[in-house]
């Protein structure tokens, strides 16, 4: 029944229905905690984290933040480097849309000392864990720290097959190229940020892809390119009631 239940909700991530995920994890996880260990601490994990996701993407923070520190302590005790990232991760990701940005960077450092600490992680994965401190460093206005951290997880993933991080890698020096008024060099990173968003298939983050290159066009005052890029993305958040953005 667990594992029904899970891949349940993992179908309805697939479709944006997070409630009815969120739902569905919670009902594995009534499980768990009837059977106890009899569970393995992988697909506890496993659970967790879905829920956490789920709940984040519902801006239900408070909630979430209670099931990834739940998960951090489990993956812990187990020396789980992935799931112990992924939980900083998502609390990083939490503090940023409270605007807590000095919390979310120590988050981000803790990240990437654990990911040093293991060699369990693949470059795509290390990738990852730099970009959300660039990410932060951006939020936080350091516009050369972040573009360089941006080029480092552009160059880790550049061989991989991870779209995501491809993307992810690309959009954070497009919008670091933005901020410091570079619209020439920020368009094409932007573009193929949205390209592999494309690809993978993922309708909120292509949205959120789209704005940012509308806000480019808007920047340098090319409205009619910006019009239709932005109409498209906030068309496409509501068709799939985007809440927190991605």
Same mark, same amino acid.
């Given at each position: 029944?667990?594992?029904?239940?899970?891949?349940?909700?993992?179908?309805?991530?697939?479709?944006?229905?997070?409630?009815? +995920?969120?739902?569905?994890?919670?009902?594995?996880?009534?499980?768990?905690? %009837?059977?106890?260990?009899?569970?393995?601490?992988? *697909?506890?994990?496993?659970?967790?984290?879905?829920?956490?996701? $789920?709940?984040?993407?519902?801006?239900?923070? !408070?909630?979430?933040?209670?099931?990834?520190?739940?998960?951090? @302590?489990?993956?812990?005790?187990?020396? =789980?480097?992935?799931?112990?990232?992924? +939980?900083? =991760? %998502?609390?990083?990701?939490?503090?940023?849309?409270?605007?807590?940005?000095?919390?979310?960077?120590?988050? +981000?450092?803790?990240?990437?000392?654990?990911?040093?600490?293991?060699? !369990?992680?693949? *470059?795509?994965?290390?990738?990852?864990?730099?970009?959300?401190?660039?990410?932060?460093?951006?939020?936080?206005?350091?516009?050369?720290?972040?573009?360089?951290?941006?080029?480092?997880?552009?160059?880790?993933?550049?061989?991989? =097959? =991870?779209?995501?991080?491809?993307?992810?890698?690309? %959009?954070?020096?497009?919008?670091?190229?933005?901020?410091?008024?570079?619209?020439?060099?920020?368009?094409?990173?932007?573009? *193929?940020?949205?390209?592999?968003?494309?690809?993978?298939?993922?309708?909120? $983050? @292509?949205?959120?892809?789209?704005? %940012?290159?509308?806000?480019?066009?808007?920047?340098?005052?090319?409205?009619?390119?910006?019009?239709?890029?932005?109409?498209?993305?906030?068309?496409?958040?509501?068709?799939?009631?985007?809440? +927190?953005?991605?």
């Amino acid at each position: 029944a667990i594992s029904w239940y899970e891949r349940a909700a993992r179908q309805a991530q697939t479709t944006y229905a997070h409630t009815v +995920a969120a739902n569905y994890y919670q009902h594995a996880l009534e499980l768990v905690n %009837n059977q106890g260990q009899q569970v393995p601490i992988a *697909q506890q994990c496993s659970l967790l984290s879905g829920l956490g996701i $789920s709940l984040r993407l519902q801006a239900r923070y !408070t909630e979430a933040t209670g099931i990834f520190h739940t998960l951090l @302590t489990l993956a812990q005790s187990v020396g =789980d480097v992935f799931r112990q990232v992924e +939980a900083y =991760d %998502n609390l990083a990701r939490i503090h940023e849309r409270y605007g807590e940005y000095q919390q979310a960077l120590y988050l +981000a450092e803790q990240m990437e000392t654990l990911a040093h600490q293991s060699d !369990t992680l693949t *470059q795509a994965q290390l990738a990852a864990v730099l970009y959300r401190r660039g990410w932060t460093l951006y939020r936080l206005g350091e516009m050369e720290q972040a573009l360089t951290i941006g080029h480092q997880c552009f160059t880790l993933c550049q061989n991989s =097959d =991870d779209l995501l991080m491809k993307s992810q890698s690309r %959009n954070l020096i497009g919008v670091a190229y933005v901020a410091l008024g570079r619209f020439d060099l920020a368009e094409p990173y932007i573009e *193929q940020a949205l390209e592999f968003r494309r690809q993978i298939g993922n309708r909120s $983050s @292509t949205a959120s892809m789209l704005n %940012n290159l509308g806000e480019t066009a808007r920047l340098q005052g090319n409205y009619e390119k910006a019009v239709p890029l932005l109409e498209e993305a906030l068309a496409m958040a509501q068709e799939i009631g985007n809440r +927190a953005g991605v």
